[in-house]
């Protein structure tokens, strides 16, 4: 199984902050086969990032998605306040599918 | 568009089984496979199989393996999870999930399935 390995597991941050989460996966595959998802309490994931950098259709340019190696960043390049939830990544490479244990950003 | 959208919430008692059903519109379900990730309340994402519609293959986890059950009815694009043998344990939101290279992966809303006596 391909592990994901997420960090921060947790962060504070201000509204404006710049901020990155990153998923190291236990084995290189092709950036096109990880997303990325925002997750906010008692809703289904919102899914953010396709195919490594994408954007999907309707999220702001303030997030972006980022490959090297086994390393994929998630970017806010300017927190907003509706952006406080939890994000977690998403590998679709090989079955079983796996997923980072999830980056909660509060409001510092 | 593309829309996954799943039956209610249920309630179940330890021992009884489940049936999710995931109507599908917006795309030909027979070309994408369909796949079901659960979470429990304030742990994360566990994948539990997929299936291809198509073909009806379908293939587990191993710690579902002998549980669950994934089908669909293509003539009404709908897809299911029925897991049975039911514990506390498997108290959690129940997603199906289409995958697509192209355009990512497509979720429904979720059904909550609480197992309970």
């Known amino acids: 199984d391909i592990q994901m390995t997420q960090s921060p597991l947790s962060l504070s941050a201000s509204i404006g902050d710049r901020v990155t989460i990153t998923c190291r996966a236990s084995q290189t595959f092709v950036s096109n086969y990880l997303s990325w998802y925002q997750q906010k309490p008692g809703k289904a994931p919102r899914i953010l990032i396709y195919s490594g950098s994408r954007l999907q259709s309707g999220v702001p340019s303030r997030f972006s998605g980022s490959a090297s190696g086994p390393d994929f960043s998630l970017t806010i390049s300017s927190l907003q306040s509706e952006d406080f939830a939890t994000y977690f990544c998403?590998?679709?490479?090989?079955?079983?599918?796996?997923f980072g244990h999830g980056t909660r950003v509060e409001i510092k | 568009q593309v829309q996954l959208v799943q039956s209610g919430p249920e309630v179940k008692r330890p021992g009884a089984s489940v049936k999710v059903s995931c109507k599908t519109s917006?795309?030909?379900?027979?070309?994408?496979?369909i796949n079901w990730v659960r979470q429990a309340s304030g742990q994360g994402l566990e994948w539990m199989g997929w299936?291809?519609?198509?073909?009806?293959?379908?293939q587990h986890a191993q710690k579902f393996q002998d549980r669950v059950t994934l089908t669909a009815a293509t003539s009404i694009a709908t897809a299911y999870m029925e897991l049975k043998r039911l514990t506390p344990d498997d108290t959690a939101v129940y997603y199906c999930?289409?995958?697509?290279?192209?355009?990512?992966?497509?979720w429904g809303q979720g059904t909550l399935v609480s197992v309970s006596s």
């Open positions: 299936m291809s519609p198509e073909t009806g293959y379908a």
């Open positions: 999930v289409r995958d697509d290279f192209y355009s990512g992966p497509a």
């Open positions: 917006g795309f030909n379900l027979t070309s994408y496979d």
């Open positions: 998403h590998q679709t490479f090989l079955y079983p599918w796996t």
